[in-house]
């Protein structure tokens, strides 16, 4: 069982401009890598994905971004939670809005949200963490990711974040 616990409930949740506003991110990694650690020319890129609690399709580890903490430690924060991963934290990849249909409250009846979702380079799988009873995760390369993204925003993401990798590699 998992030491760490996740946070619930939306008492501290922040929201702008009748948007709630959420915080995720693009957990990767390279496959790819000779007996020696050296890269090779022919290194792959992998993106981690979880399963949906609410239906069919994956996801991007993301949440509520709560008052005491700002979008990246709110990003990092939910990489643990929803997917037992640690690493580095890059560049934000983008804002994205998104109508949630399980996540209507009195602050935003209309479920809308903005999500800001960053690149982060996965150093560390934990064996448990708070959400493993009820999410899977999995390494997908970034065509078959595209195909199992449960919403179009987020494929919106995983297309940006591809952008993003090609310019920093």
Not at 15 to 41: K, T
């Amino acid at each position: 069982m998992s030491e760490l616990v996740a946070r619930t409930g939306r008492l501290q949740q922040r929201y702008e401009g009748g948007c709630r506003l959420v915080a995720g991110c693009i957990p990767y990694r390279f496959r790819g890598y000779s007996e020696d650690g050296n890269a090779n020319s022919a290194k792959a890129v992998e993106v981690l994905m979880i399963n949906s609690s609410s239906g069919p399709g994956l996801l991007f580890p993301k949440g509520g971004w709560e008052n005491d903490e700002t979008a990246e430690e709110a990003a990092v924060r939910e990489a643990i939670e929803e997917a037992g991963v640690r690493g580095d934290l890059m560049d934000v990849i983008g804002y994205y809005q998104f109508k949630s249909k399980t996540h209507q409250d009195d602050s935003c009846p209309e479920g809308l949200c903005k999500a800001a979702m960053y690149a982060l380079f996965v150093k560390e799988e934990l064996e448990s963490w708070p959400e493993q009873s009820t999410r899977t995760r999995r390494w997908l390369t970034i065509p078959e990711a595209v195909q199992s993204c449960r919403h179009k925003w987020m494929e919106d993401a995983l297309k940006d974040f591809s952008i993003w990798l090609a310019e920093k590699m």
